[in-house]
T-cell receptor
């Protein structure tokens, strides 16, 4: 049973470009969470999604960031017009239900030049 | 005030030593408590859940004091492979586990 998969593992963008981060949850998991980890800081919750629904996006910046989890395919975290401050590790986690353990993917390291 | 506070360390200890990490959380509505381990540039991995009665898993013992809003992790007989960052994590009530992470405490175990 494959774990949570994220791609790309490393992503380099120039300021003003768009970044798309993908997350495939563990088989059978329909709950997905995105977290961001800035250098030397802890992980910060961004958004919680179930299939086709955003349940809690209280941690998402108000502008430029969006997330989706379509009926088919991976969850996508999209960052438009990236700035240097967006450089971070973005981790996705999935769980069987809202009360079950979250399992983390290997993360995508975004570098904005 | 941070929601979850930890001493950043680093803790440099010899193999075989006993080391203790402390953590405090600010929201009394927190319902679930965990210790995660994160190796350099890797994803966090669940080390153990923490219960009010205290719990032990091999060389690791976790304690929770709800009245003081304090969580601890004790590692006995440290191994080189224990070197990592230990993350204190709490989850609020609200129907799902929205995890709140501390910034982590770094541990370096040396020969």
């Amino acid at each position: 049973n494959a774990g949570v998969m994220q791609n790309p593992r490393h992503l380099v963008r120039r300021r003003g470009q768009e970044a798309r981060l993908r997350c495939s949850p563990m088989k059978g998991h329909s709950h997905v969470y995105w977290y961001r980890q800035l250098p030397e800081e802890g992980l910060k919750f961004m958004v919680y999604l179930q299939k086709e629904n955003i349940i809690d996006e209280s941690g998402m910046p108000k502008e430029r960031f969006s997330a989706e989890f379509p009926k088919e395919g991976p969850s996508i975290l999209r960052i438009q017009q990236v700035v240097r401050g967006d450089s971070a590790a973005y981790f996705c986690a999935s769980s069987l239900s809202s009360e079950h353990t979250q399992y983390f993917g290997p993360g995508t390291r975004l570098t904005v030049l | 005030r941070k929601e979850v506070e930890q001493d950043p360390g680093p803790f440099n200890v010899p193999e075989g030593a006993t080391v203790a990490f402390n953590c405090t959380y600010s929201n009394s509505a927190s319902q679930s408590f965990f210790w995660y381990r994160q190796d350099c540039r890797k994803e966090p991995k669940l080390l153990m859940s923490v219960y009010s009665s205290g719990n032990e898993d091999g060389r690791f013992t976790a304690q929770l004091n709800r009245a003081s809003q304090y969580i601890s992790l004790l590692i006995r007989d440290s191994k080189l492979s224990d070197s990592a960052t230990y993350l204190c994590v709490v989850a609020l009530s609200g129907g799902y586990n929205k995890l709140i992470f501390g910034a982590g405490t770094r541990l370096a175990v040396h020969p």
